[in-house]
């Protein structure tokens, strides 16, 4: 990170999903530098030890940022209500700016074709988690965290190539990100006052090497 970057998103109160490895992991390391002393980042995701770590690590490495860890399942409603319970008791009153970075996903089972999704409890429940959490996190935080005079609200999805250009063995996966960039434009068109932006970061070399289902950045 360059000197210039230094505080410039200013006092905020990030959530940040999928933010336990990866991308996420990544992104938590270089937000930090970015926000000013007294901005908290809430690290969301299901493994509770490596938040931890990396809350431990954080706190180490910027003192002056207040870093909190939540670790939820968020294809479920209970996931998606603790990590609002979560962000809504940290109390971020003098935070100018809410951010808000969906970034946990799933890849999905790319050892299947598209004739081999017979089963709808499969594809629903990988959309459960890819598209429904997303947009029922965003809504929750962003009526926890209503339109207000000093208060400006940003909204990140992590998107991919994959929301535009079809690759074989990734249905789920392409579907799920096309899905998800046209819910945060509709957003975009109904809350005027919220920034929003889709975000495809460049994938790794192993990225499509994982396993199949694995929960990703």
Known sequence: ??????????????????????????????????????????????????????????????????????????????GVSATVRAARELQAGTAHRLLIINNAGSIGDVSKMFVDFSAPEEVTKYMKFNVSSPLCLTASLLKTFPRRPDLQRLVVN??????????????LYCSGKAARDMMFRVLAEEEDDVRV????PVM????VTRSPGHRHA
Do not use: I, N
Not at 197 to 200: C, F, M, Q, V
């Open 158 to 171: 992590v998107s991919s190539l994959a929301a535009l250009q079809p690759y074989k063995s990734w249905v």
């Open 204 to 207: 790794s070399g192993d990225w």
């Open 1 to 78: 990170m360059t000197t210039a970057g230094a505080g410039a998103l200013g006092s905020v109160l990030c959530v940040l999903t999928g933010a336990s490895r990866g991308f996420g992991r990544t992104l938590a390391h270089e937000l930090c530098p970015r926000v000013l002393p007294g901005s908290t980042l809430l690290l969301v995701s299901r493994t509770e030890e490596a938040l931890k770590r990396l809350a431990e690590e954080l706190g180490h490495e910027f003192p002056g940022v207040r870093v909190r860890w939540a670790a939820a399942d968020l294809s479920t409603t209970e």
């Open 197 to 200: 932006l889709s975000y495809a």
